[in-house]
């Protein structure tokens, strides 16, 4: 369910690699079906968007295998990436949210990045540290969503691993943005953009939910301790997220592989196609 690094797709040219990117099947903005999760995503002007299969073959481009992924969302200039990844595995309470604790909660992702941090010595591969939250656990029940912020850091950035969890009544939806810490907002920056955007559908948002309904294995303080564990270890495995080259407004991966320049405008011309659902 989570992303990893993707070891047995063919080694491509940067070149090919930037083909196949141009020509997925960019969407535009339009209101947008996800029907993994049963939700939509009402893409604002001036974002680009695939789903489904293309959204998974995008992250394979970037060096990175992820089972979850629905959709995967470009804001205006290829500035931010923004990953929707849904798991169905039922209704998750919130009944426990007062168990979430930050600070503990802090203390094992620091510890479990550490440990990650000796393998990755071993593997000549940059290290990450955990520098702390900047928007700790919040719930906010009206909407049914979970959010936060951590900060971390490797020798030239810092970057910060914004999350939200969308409670459904099937399971819930992850949105994560991952950005440098000079571009994040902890107001009114992508994340809050792209919840604005999405919604469950009608008879699958969490109060719709009924008695009979299947329950996850899980609840709310559980899932929040275990993804922002898992995602703080691949943010600090090489910040494989941080796909972005901001300075020319194109595509960069974290595998090396770049969108050079002179391709800008191939890629814009493409994206002046009429938005599909």
């Given at each position: 369910?989570?992303?990893?690094?993707?070891?047995?797709?063919?080694?491509?040219?940067?070149?090919?690699?930037?083909?196949?990117?141009?020509?997925?099947?960019?969407?535009?903005?339009?209101?947008?079906?996800?029907?993994a999760?049963?939700?939509?995503?009402?893409?604002?002007?001036?974002?680009?968007?695939?789903?489904?299969e293309?959204?998974?073959?995008l992250?394979?481009?970037?060096?990175?295998?992820?089972?979850?992924?629905e959709?995967v969302?470009?804001s205006?200039?290829?500035?931010?990436?923004?990953?929707?990844?849904?798991?169905?595995?039922?209704y998750?309470?919130?009944?426990?949210?007062?168990?979430?604790?930050?600070?503990?909660?802090?203390?094992?992702?620091?510890?479990?990045?550490?440990?990650?941090?000796?393998?990755?010595?071993?593997?000549?591969?940059?290290?990450?540290?955990?520098?702390?939250?900047?928007q700790?656990?919040?719930?906010?029940?009206?909407?049914?969503?979970?959010?936060?912020?951590?900060?971390?850091?490797?020798?030239?950035?810092?970057?910060?691993?914004?999350?939200?969890?969308?409670?459904?009544?099937?399971?819930?939806?992850r949105?994560?943005?991952?950005?440098?810490?000079?571009?994040?907002?902890?107001?009114?920056?992508?994340?809050?953009?792209?919840?604005?955007?999405?919604?469950?559908?009608?008879?699958?948002?969490?109060?719709?939910?009924?008695?009979?309904?299947?329950v996850?294995?899980?609840t709310?303080?559980?899932?929040v301790?275990?993804?922002a564990?898992?995602?703080?270890?691949?943010?600090?495995?090489?910040?494989?997220?941080?796909?972005?080259?901001?300075?020319?407004?194109?595509l960069?991966f974290?595998?090396?592989a770049?969108?050079i320049?002179?391709?800008?405008?191939?890629?814009?011309?493409?994206?002046?196609?009429?938005?599909?659902?």
């Amino acid at each position: 369910m989570s992303r990893a690094v993707a070891a047995d797709q063919p080694m491509l040219t940067d070149q090919q690699r930037t083909d196949a990117i141009i020509h997925l099947n960019w969407l535009h903005a339009g209101t947008y079906k996800l029907p993994a999760s049963n939700s939509t995503i009402a893409l604002p002007e001036g974002y680009m968007m695939v789903r489904g299969e293309e959204a998974k073959r995008l992250l394979t481009l970037a060096a990175e295998h992820d089972d979850a992924a629905e959709a995967v969302v470009m804001s205006p200039h290829f500035k931010d990436e923004i990953v929707f990844e849904n798991t169905s595995e039922g209704y998750v309470a919130v009944d426990d949210w007062a168990d979430v604790d930050p600070v503990k909660m802090l203390d094992a992702i620091r510890e479990n990045t550490e440990e990650a941090n000796a393998e990755r010595r071993q593997q000549g591969v940059g290290e990450m540290h955990v520098v702390g939250w900047l928007q700790r656990p919040t719930l906010d029940r009206n909407t049914a969503t979970v959010y936060w912020a951590l900060e971390g850091a490797d020798p030239d950035h810092h970057v910060v691993n914004s999350i939200a969890l969308r409670l459904g009544r099937d399971g819930y939806e992850r949105v994560n943005w991952i950005v440098d810490k000079a571009d994040y907002q902890p107001v009114g920056g992508q994340l809050d953009v792209m919840l604005r955007a999405h919604s469950f559908d009608q008879g699958h948002r969490y109060a719709d939910h009924t008695s009979g309904d299947k329950v996850a294995m899980y609840t709310i303080a559980g899932l929040v301790a275990a993804v922002a564990g898992a995602k703080v270890a691949k943010v600090a495995g090489g910040v494989a997220l941080l796909v972005l080259l901001k300075k020319f407004g194109i595509l960069i991966f974290a595998s090396g592989a770049a969108v050079i320049a002179a391709t800008a405008r191939r890629i814009k011309s493409l994206f002046r196609r009429s938005p599909r659902v």
